[in-house]
């Protein structure tokens, strides 16, 4: 029905009046780049009395705050490309937008293609994204080694590039949204760790926490590797698993310009971008299992740097400076989980990006409000991240590996 059909029931005179701290209209789970982007974005629509919940001491301490920062059109899925369009208008303008500073920098994104296999799927999506307006082509190799003359390129036949695509600072921009955010209102809550749900006659009646029980009508799900124990909450089965993710940083490699575009290579998951005067790089570990730990595997990391020094033989002069992990939320089809969901009326996810959750967290922030203020989405076509597609097994993938990288 959309909380602006309650509002009228209500009376408009009562909409907007404070609530006692024990009630709030909307509660949202998690202050990471998804959860901070849903309540600006509510609050934007003109909503009042939300707050968030996080367990955390600090926002943006998960995923949001620990990833390469990477935002990019080189998608398969229309959604997707089209929520990547509508970051990059964001991003290029956040400093005049939000008074905060993200770094960020338009250099592009360069997927390395080993064969004519991948090089067919690619010209397909090619196509799609340019069709929508991302300035994407398939670049030879003579000019990749015209640009990136440091890289081995014997087993690459070409490479697809985004000249519309780059990185920022993904903690900085979490700032910006949690300090909008909270300028419209917005209650954020930090050390309070939700632990249950309140569920009466099939509907979100309340939310309990390690500090106590809050009333509500709405809960958002934006709880990223967690997201799971949230609905389970509920007694939905989200299938959202936590993966451990590394990232690697080296001391200072000046032959590698500032303006390097983030590199990927697509067979064996390496990629690396410029991060200031280092390398930051990382590698997906095919046999990670899900779970928990964030602790930096050495063996990976081993494994991380063979890859480096093969595909950037310049890098065997530098070392590791620092290691850190964070922890992607990923779905069976590495699509998140937007919308409501069946038996629970109240209760909305977003969740599940597997990785694209910084570069997709404004357009999800602004599908929610959407849901919750007109009962409906209606800037983006979001029915390839609806809940239903698992228990109905209508699942549509992106390109094998392709897109759980960055």
Known sequence: DGIRDVERSRGLGDVYKRQPLEKFDIVIVGAGAVGLCCAYYLAEAGLRNIVIMEKEKMPAMGASGLNAGGIRTQFSITTNIKFSLFTLEIYENFKELFDQEINYREYGYLFLISNDEELEVFKHSVSLQKSLGAPVEIINVEDIKKTLPYLFLDDIICGSFSRRSGYADPYSICMGYMKAAKRKGVEVRLKTEVIGMEVNNDKITGIITNNGTVK????????????????????IDLPVEPYRRHIFVTYPVPEIKEDCPLVLHLK???????????????????DEKPGFKTDVNPEHMENVIEHAIYRVPLLEKTGIMKAWTGLYACTPDHQPIIGTVPGVKGFICVCGFSGHGMQHAPPSGKVVSEIITDGKCHSFDITPFDYSRFREAKVETEIKRYL???
């Open 404 to 406: 759980t990288f960055i």
């Open 216 to 235: 509500t009508e709405y809960v958002v799900n934006a709880a990223g590797a967690y997201a799971g124990i949230i609905g389970k909450m509920v007694g």
């Open 268 to 286: 064996s998951g390496f990629y690396f971008r410029k991060e200031l005067d280092s390398v930051l790089m990382g590698r997906t570990d095919p």
